[in-house]
């Protein structure tokens, strides 16, 4: 078996020196800290990921400049695996016209991205006529939009990709799934992530996953059926690795990830398994 050299579409990065993160609320998080380049490579030495591509990472709406800067910046020092990003934005909000405008045709910008799995997103927030229209100018500007959702929302994130059929989307985190979800709900997820799937202009970032996980309680095992439906459902040219670091240590180093996510997938065809980790997000983001 050959391993694929990586590109790695959900690389995250802060430094508290510069932004502040709406989420980052409980100074006792692991995670409640900066996290530089440097801390990437180190996590990354040894397992050939070759290319990644920022991740926003939900920074205070005022920040939302810097936050471009410093990623397109690193994006174009050249002296890290970064090659593009996927910045913040809000596309219901009046200026996202304005906001998006610098970014359509971006050497290193290649999408936006809202969270909207937040506990003060009210669902169907991102069926909002004027939600809509912000992510169907992200289609006319050519650029992407990453969706971030509850899973109990996926048939909101089907209907979105519908409304917008000139935008080319990506769903992240294998649209959330939960590795401890009841069989209730890992079979309403399975039913409604069947709907995105069913879209064309769609694809889904495997990844996330083990974030879900008990630190030191879990096994590729625990991840599998998760990762292989993903796969199942949207098949070897629609789905792409994402480390999802630091998040990730949550539960898991970024080697323990990777690690797991071979094993899952080693009974696939090896040209299946070069999509995944590499093929997919070079032809998807151009890089």
Not at 6 to 20: G, R
Not at 120 to 133: H, I, N, Q, R
Not at 166 to 181: E, I, M, P, Q
Request: aromatic share 8%; charged share 20%.
């Amino acid at each position: 078996m050959t391993d694929s050299p990586i590109i790695d579409t959900h690389q995250h990065l802060w430094d508290l020196s510069l932004v502040a993160c709406n989420w980052m609320t409980d100074n006792t998080l692991s995670i409640a800290r900066s996290f530089r380049p440097a801390d990437y490579a180190a996590a990354i030495d040894g397992l050939g990921v070759v290319k990644s591509i920022y991740m926003e990472v939900d920074v205070r709406k005022d920040l939302l400049p810097v936050e471009a800067d410093y990623a397109t910046g690193i994006c174009e020092s050249g002296s890290t695996t970064m090659v593009a990003a996927v910045i913040g934005g809000y596309p219901a909000e009046e200026g996202f016209a304005a906001w998006v405008k610098p970014f359509a045709g971006h050497r290193h910008v290649k999408g936006i991205r809202q969270v909207i799995h937040e506990a003060a997103t009210a669902p169907g927030y991102c069926l909002s006529d004027e939600f809509v229209a912000g992510v169907r100018l992200l289609g006319e500007s050519g650029l992407t939009f990453d969706i971030c959702i509850r899973p109990e929302e996926l048939a909101d994130a089907a209907e979105l990709i519908s409304r917008c059929p000139g935008t080319r989307f990506v769903l992240d985190h294998c649209g959330n799934a939960n590795v401890h979800h009841s069989a209730e709900q890992r079979e309403r997820w399975k039913r409604d992530l069947a709907l995105v799937a069913a879209r064309p202009n769609v694809v889904c970032k495997v990844s996330g996953v083990v974030a879900s996980a008990k630190p030191g309680a879990w096994s590729a095992d625990d991840l599998a059926p998760i990762v292989d439906h993903t796969m199942d459902l949207f098949g070897p040219d629609r789905v792409m690795f994402g480390g999802d670091w630091p998040v990730c240590t949550l539960a898991a180093t970024y080697r323990e990830w990777v690690t797991a996510l071979k094993q899952i997938v080693s009974n696939r065809p090896e040209a299946h398994r070069h999509q995944l980790f590499h093929d997919n997000a070079e032809a998807f983001y151009g890089v």
